[in-house]
């Protein structure tokens, strides 16, 4: 039988038990120094989803950077710029962050993180659907107007809200704390659009080279244009290289399933998420390409007609 215990080890056990949650909150408590790895991880996904590479970039490790200088990584990711910008930054000023997990150990961190910021896509109506070039020209008073637009519904607390979950790796280089990506250990994915020549279609893709984990899903988007005066139908189709490899990339998500229907200069945006097989060789450079087949949509009667003959 054991010995029952004595008051004063009873004591100690509660005291211990009482101090266990303060000491766990206080490891988790944020820590709001600029320099700090909460902090930087915040920074760098303000970054990521102002669509802004080059300030994403001043985050990244330089491990990373000897695989992908600045000027690719910029030219590969989708990017804003001018008063587009200004509004994406307007948007994620207001991303909040809360540290779930933390284990930092000499010049290496890990923090798994939970944020939330607005849903630019509920925005859309109001910002000309993120259309650069129109929200670049607008006249000032037009801009005005709608950044006071945008601080009234922030102010009004009506903003629906984006949320997820990222864990980062940090790295402390010359007393300062980096994002490490780790792109050495990851396979290489190039993605690209082919669209017929002469086409009134303009096709942008937003990511066009990233770094890939066999156990993480990976995404791209395009932004697609009809520039045309007709209505334009686009089947889309996946290009996978090296062919052999074609049987080990899953497409978990896809926006273009189904043709898109594009009226006379609507730009649509849509995105397609892969996820890699575990035995996928991680020296394989693997290449996506989106192939375009574009139609003019049927007019109004000859649909009519085609229905019809086909009733008889």
Not at 70 to 85: H, I, K, N, R
Not at 141 to 170: F, N, P, S, V
Not at 224 to 252: D, F, L, T
Request: aromatic share 8%.
């Amino acid at each position: 039988m054991l010995a029952p215990l004595r008051k004063p080890a009873l004591f100690s056990l509660g005291l211990l038990l009482l101090l266990l949650p303060a000491a766990a909150a206080k490891f988790l408590t944020d820590d709001r120094s600029p320099e700090s790895p909460q902090e930087v991880v915040r920074s760098y996904l303000k970054a990521i989803h102002s669509r802004d590479p080059r300030e994403a970039y001043r985050f990244i490790s330089s491990a990373d950077g000897r695989l992908f200088d600045q000027e690719s990584y910029v030219q590969a990711q989708a990017q804003l710029g001018g008063f587009t910008l200004q509004l994406a930054r307007q948007l994620t000023a207001e991303m909040e962050i809360k540290v779930v997990e933390r284990e930092t150990k000499d010049h290496r961190a890990r923090l798994t993180i939970d944020y939330k910021l607005p849903a630019a896509d509920e925005l859309a109506g109001l910002l000309y659907n993120w259309d650069q070039e129109k929200l670049n020209a607008l006249p000032r008073a037009e801009q005005r107007r709608i950044i006071d637009a945008l601080e009234k519904i922030k102010k009004a607390r009506g903003m629906i809200t984006t949320e997820g979950r990222e864990t980062y790796e940090l790295i402390k280089e010359d007393g300062k704390w980096k994002i490490f990506l780790d792109w050495a250990s990851k396979i290489q994915v190039s993605f690209d659009a082919a669209v017929p020549n002469n086409s009134a279609v303009d096709v942008d893709v937003l990511t066009r080279k990233l770094f890939a984990s066999v156990d993480e899903p990976f995404q791209t988007s395009l932004k697609v244009r009809n520039r045309g005066g007709r209505e334009v139908v686009a089947r889309i189709e996946h290009r996978i290289e090296p062919k052999e490899s074609a049987g080990q990339v899953a497409m978990i998500a896809c926006g273009f399933l189904r043709p898109l229907t594009l009226q006379p200069g609507e730009v649509r945006e849509v995105s397609s998420a892969y996820l890699l097989d575990p035995g996928f060789a991680k020296n394989t450079a693997l290449s996506i390409t989106f192939v375009f087949d574009l139609a003019s949509a049927p007019r109004a009667d000859n649909l009519g007609r085609t229905v019809a003959g086909d009733r008889r």
